[in-house]
């Protein structure tokens, strides 16, 4: 923070008046169900985006990321929020700018911000949701707007899907948004409804492994792979009362797949579906402390995301399944969108170093490259940093 406050006053020869912070989050599993009206599981983690700001006198807004220095400072003002491609990253805070600017016309001065953050780039580890929420509260706060933290999170979701345009769920900005200390969320994305779960993994720890392998949400099939749940769903409404895949139980799926006629449409419904059970499953299985169990869920998730949503490829499916034959891991699984981004494994502390080293050998043989490995605490969501 003394880094990030001494390139604000570098920048804009003034001294921040705020400082804030907004994690990022790993999903533990309950993967491509948000869109689909079920369950998901994640948990904010110690990794995020930083933030400092201030207000201006004029209506000019000056947006500088660290992480983005030879893009310099994005300038706009409070007339003019339209996207804009060739501002890059800073669209993701632009649009959460836009939408309170139309809601809150106190919004009526500028203000400079300058954003650092050390979530790896591109490790579907949230790093947009990270920024918009981090957005949301730097603004809200120096307006002294009391924003419901609900209206925010729903914003942060309307930048993804109408100012960026990835018809991605409400999963990411929850999490960012209501995250807590060594909390993971079991999130009903139909209803909202959410229960806090302690992540006690006993002599287990959540590594995360990095295909360092960049994937753009938006150029990927995340929105074809909502489409085709949609189509599934359309065709399993002719026989069942129901608004979502997540509403579907495997029974009730096994006895009408037949009837959604297209292989592929039938593979992508019973991914969400039964992902769906796996995650209720999972909320059952942590509470009893049960961790061989959720293993098994972490891998069956994986076989799922690999086989019938067709979202992992050669870099996630070399991570996760060369982390399943080290001895000492209870699971693994790709977490995120997929296509690329990071894996998760359930692995005994005293067996770390076993999994880094087997899964770094296994991945450099197959894909060229190393891999990453974070191992990072359970954070609270989005809040302001209190100086010291």
């Known amino acids: 923070m003394q880094n990030l406050t001494q390139k604000f006053k570098d920048i804009f020869n003034a001294e921040p008046t705020l400082t804030a912070f907004a994690p990022g989050r790993i999903n533990l599993i309950g993967e491509h169900t948000d869109y689909n009206g079920g369950f998901v599981f994640p948990a904010a983690i110690e990794l995020g ?59 009526n001065r500028g203000f400079d911000i300058v954003v650092e953050g050390n979530i790896p780039n591109g490790a579907s580890l949230s790093s947009s949701a990270s920024i918009e929420l981090l957005t949301g509260h730097l603004v809200t706060t120096l307006f002294h707007i009391d924003m419901d ?21 409400i999963m990411d900005q929850f999490i960012v948004g209501f ?15 959410y229960h806090y779960v302690p992540t006690e993994f006993g002599d287990y720890k959540i590594s995360i492994m990095n295909t360092n392998k960049r994937r753009e949400l938006a150029e990927s099939k ?23 895949l997540g509403e579907i139980s495997m029974a009730q799926f096994e006895q009408y797949a037949d009837k959604i006629g297209d292989d592929v449409l039938m593979r992508r419904a019973r991914h969400a579906i039964s992902e769906n059970e796996r995650t209720k499953q999972a909320y059952e299985v942590l509470q009893a402390h049960d ?40 699971g693994a699984r790709m977490t995120g969108a ?12 005293d067996k770390i170093a076993d ?25 609270n969501g989005v809040r302001t940093i209190e100086k010291s």
């Open 49 to 107: 985006t930083y933030g400092v700001g201030r207000l201006r006198d004029d209506r000019k807004i000056q947006l500088y990321s660290v992480n983005f220095e030879s893009a310099g400072v994005m300038a706009f003002d409070l007339d003019h929020l339209d996207y804009n491609a060739e501002h890059q990253w800073a669209n993701y805070p632009k649009g959460m700018i836009r939408y309170l600017v139309e809601q809150f016309p106190e919004i």
């Open 149 to 169: 933290r609900l209206e925010l999170v729903k914003m942060g979701q309307r930048v993804e899907n109408e100012f960026i345009g990835v018809n991605s769920g």
């Open 179 to 193: 995250g807590k200390k060594d909390h993971a969320i079991l999130l009903d994305t139909n209803t909202l409804e």
């Open 222 to 244: 995340y929105n074809e792979r909502r489409s085709e749940c949609e189509r599934a769903l359309a065709q399993l409404q002719k026989y069942l009362d129901v608004q979502s």
């Open 291 to 330: 961790f061989k169990v959720f293993g098994e869920l972490l891998n069956a998730s994986h076989a799922s995301l690999k086989d019938d949503y067709e979202v992992t490829g050669l870099e996630l499916d070399t991570l996760a399944e060369a982390a399943q034959q080290v001895d000492g891991v209870l």
């Open 338 to 349: 997929g296509f690329a981004g990071c894996a998760i494994a359930l692995v005994h502390k």
């Open 355 to 379: 999994l880094e080293e087997k899964v770094t050998e296994a991945y450099t043989k197959t894909v060229g490259y190393a891999p990453s490995f974070y191992h990072v605490d359970i954070a």
